[in-house]
């Protein structure tokens, strides 16, 4: 089983069967484990390839800093 990884989440991704499906980009085709991550690519694939796009993939911010306001 072939795998690459997925440009938006990180996760890796069975070439063969990606749940997410696939894009070409610049002549490189990308994986993605769902079809949310291949949106996010499909509309701005440079700045997810630069990581100038930062996905929140479920992280939950701490008690304290969603009191205090603070990113953890």
Known sequence: MATEIDPVCRMEVDTD??????????????????????????QDPENVLTGA???NMGQKRSLLSRIFGKKS
């Open 17 to 42: 069967n990606p749940p997410g499906g696939a894009s070409e980009y610049k002549g490189t085709s990308y994986y993605f484990c769902a079809p949310g991550c291949k949106v996010v690519f499909d």
């Open 53 to 55: 796009i930062q996905v």
